[in-house]
């Protein structure tokens, strides 16, 4: 009896760790799935992404514009060569993955993120730094650091895409990346070191999931959130 009860609870015990482990598994199919098939004639923020990162590895050398042409075309087809991928110019799961777009979602601590907040790769520092450069050029420094951990905080929001290029990328979401203004504007030396202080875990809004410069048109509602602090030009809010 006593040995069909320890077995009882091994059991229970393995069930829970299986449990707790299948959400660490699950977001990576989950993000190559959600990602679009791109081809010749795709257009749109997702063709931008990867003709960033092809660009920022040194395969493409064109304009991020956002257009799937011959360029593009052919800097997939090298890239999917040198990694042993099926070349045929399609940026499918596989291809995305290869790219880096098929990571699990970062786990979130109470409270805070751990440092580097899952996003320490070069290429997503550069990333945020451009969106930083895009929305808090003049800014002081501590206004640079609140609008990339503000972007941060939205990762383990509900109300938001669970990785740093689908909250970047959420349409609408960020005015420089609209207007394409993330591409165009060089990140300074203080925009990198801001954003490499906001993923590893420095957070002067305590918080916030939203900003916005009050000087320009916005939608009402965004009052109604819960005002923490004001940094430079910036209102930060839950």
């Given at each position: 009896m006593r040995r069909a009860s320890l077995l009882l609870v091994a059991l229970t015990l393995a069930l829970m760790l299986c449990g707790l482990a299948e959400p660490l598994i699950r977001p990576r199919a989950v993000e190559a799935q959600a990602k679009p098939t791109l081809h010749w004639g795709s257009g749109g923020y997702d063709v931008r992404l990867v003709q960033w990162k092809l660009?920022?590895?040194?395969?493409?050398?064109?304009?991020?514009?956002?257009?799937?042409?011959?360029?593009?075309?052919?800097?997939?087809?090298?890239f999917q060569a040198r990694n042993g991928l099926p070349v045929d110019g399609l940026v499918g799961p596989r291809t995305w993955a290869a790219l880096g777009f098929a990571a699990p979602a970062p786990v979130a601590t109470a409270g805070r993120y751990v440092a580097s907040r899952g996003v320490s790769r070069v290429d997503n520092i550069d990333l945020l730094a451009r969106v930083i450069a895009g929305e808090a050029e003049g800014e002081p420094?501590?206004?640079?650091?609140a609008v990339g951990s503000t972007i941060l905080n939205r990762i383990s929001s509900s109300l938001f895409p669970n990785t740093l290029s689908g909250v970047i990328f959420q349409p609408n979401a960020f005015e420089s990346v609209s207007n394409g203004l993330i591409w165009r504007r060089t990140p300074s030396a203080a925009a990198y070191r801001a954003a490499r202080d906001a993923i590893n875990g420095y957070d002067p809004t305590y918080g916030a999931i939203f900003f916005w410069n009050p000087s320009k048109p916005v939608n009402p509602w965004i009052w109604s959130r819960s005002i923490i602090v004001w940094i430079g030009r910036h209102v930060f809010a839950r």
């Open positions: 660009q920022s590895w040194g395969y493409y050398r064109g304009a991020i514009d956002g257009v799937f042409g011959t360029e593009t075309s052919q800097a997939v087809r090298n420094y501590s206004g640079k650091v």
